[in-house]
Each structure stands twice: as structure tokens, then as C-alpha cells.
């Protein structure tokens, strides 16, 4: 059994920062690609940002220069700090990673974490 559990969301003001941690736990024998998700009320999940194995990361165009992914292995974790954050950021944000277990290959999600940047 693979779970990923996501922590750091937050109610945050314009121009602040948050940073959003997800750890992954269970019957692990290696993570491949890590990335972070969000989707707004009504509308498709989308990638914001993910990151591989080797540490080669891609970000959506809207969080470039202002958001930075990164994983420690060791801990089987992934985290997305964000800064000078907009209300357009506003969001669940959803931990991916596509994990290799003991019983198979898949894809896992997060349950999801709420960041709202108001002022």
C-alpha cells in the first residue's frame, strides 16, 4: 500500500510565499517522476510543476521564476515552494508521483492541499 500525504497549504497574502511538502510511505521500491497539480473549482487538473528521479525539473508557464520544485530521496518526498504568489494561485494543489512498489507500477495522488492567496 503506496499513500501520499501532502501538508503546507494555507490562507497566504499577495506577494507571500508557502511551501508545500508531500511525503510518500509504504511498500517502495523506487520513484520515478514527482510533480505538483492544482485545479480550481470547474475547471481540468493541471501540472505545475514536476520533476524526475535525476532531479531534471519543468514548470507551467505561470509559476515560472516564482515557484521551484525539489525532492529528497532519501525521504521520498517532494516539495513545491512558491513565492510572490497571486490570487490566480488560488487552488487545491495535488502531490503526483509515478511509483514503483512491491506489487506493481502506478500512478499515485495526493488527497489534496488548499492554498488561497487573498488579501
Known amino acids: 500500500q503506496v499513500q501520499l500525504v501532502e501538508s503546507g497549504g494555507a490562507v497566504v497574502q499577495p506577494g507571500g510565499s508557502l511551501r508545500l511538502s508531500c511525503a510518500a510511505s509504504g511498500s517502495i521500491r523506487s520513484i520515478y517522476n514527482m510533480a505538483w497539480y492544482r485545479q480550481v473549482p470547474g475547471n481540468q487538473r493541471e501540472l505545475v510543476a514536476v520533476?524526475?528521479?535525476?532531479?531534471?525539473?519543468n514548470y507551467a508557464d505561470s509559476v515560472k521564476g516564482r515557484f521551484t520544485i525539489s525532492r529528497d530521496n532519501a525521504k521520498n518526498t517532494v516539495y513545491l515552494q512558491m513565492n510572490s504568489l497571486k490570487p490566480e494561485d488560488t487552488a487545491v494543489y495535488y502531490c503526483y508521483a509515478h511509483i514503483f512498489s512491491i506489487a506493481s507500477i502506478d500512478n499515485y495522488w495526493g488527497q489534496g492541499t488548499q492554498v488561497t492567496v487573498s488579501s
Open positions: 520533476i524526475t528521479n535525476g532531479g531534471s525539473t
